[in-house]
């Protein structure tokens, strides 16, 4: 897959110490990637990267929105999302991403793509089950849910309430579990 420049992070100039990379993630950075489930969105990316003498420490926090649709009406809404990621850079004799924690650059390299990190991060973030907030508060009009609640089951069958006779054996056997 290509690279994307803006995502490569020259580090051999910057000193040791914390350093700081701020990033808006939009819907053409996922389209990249060739995930199409969000209808847009814009995430706020901030990367610090701790540069140390054998190794850089970086840290991925992000918060934004992302444009989903309900999981039950399928009614679009933005979905709010926010997360970190850790992971650290070492340098060894050949390129290694095998460890989601941590990557192996070869000696001599100079600079990382963090865009594969982002990208799962992100992706990640966001609930598998999607529900329109409207849904969980009720404040939502839709004919879907409106079917949903008509097509409901009122009373299982087979229930009993408080007060209503049950057969005889099953109360023997309830009896069991309590008399020890």
């Not at 849904?135 to 849910?145: F, R």
Request: aromatic share 10%; net charge negative.
């Amino acid at each position: 897959m290509e690279e994307l420049k803006e995502f490569t992070i020259p580090f051999i100039g910057l000193k040791l110490g914390e350093h700081r990379f701020n990033f808006e993630l939009t819907n053409t950075f996922f389209e990249h990637f060739g995930y199409d489930e969000f209808d847009h969105a814009k995430i706020n990316l901030e990367v610090l990267l701790d540069k140390k003498t054998t190794l850089l420490d970086i840290n991925l926090s992000f918060e934004g929105v992302v444009g989903v649709s309900c999981d039950i009406t399928n009614e679009p809404f933005d979905q709010a999302i926010s997360g970190t990621y850790d992971f650290v850079v070492k340098f060894g004799e050949t390129y290694d991403d095998e460890n989601d924690d941590l990557l192996i650059l070869p000696h001599g390299s100079h600079e990382v793509n963090i865009q594969q990190y982002i990208y799962e991060s992100v992706v990640l973030a966001v609930p598998t089950r999607r529900i329109h907030p409207g849904v969980i508060d009720g404040t939502l009009k839709s004919e879907i849910l409106d079917k949903l609640k008509e097509l409901s089951p009122k009373k299982p069958l087979n229930s009993t309430t408080e007060g209503e006779n049950t057969d005889p054996r099953w109360d023997e056997l309830k009896k069991l579990l309590t008399d020890k």
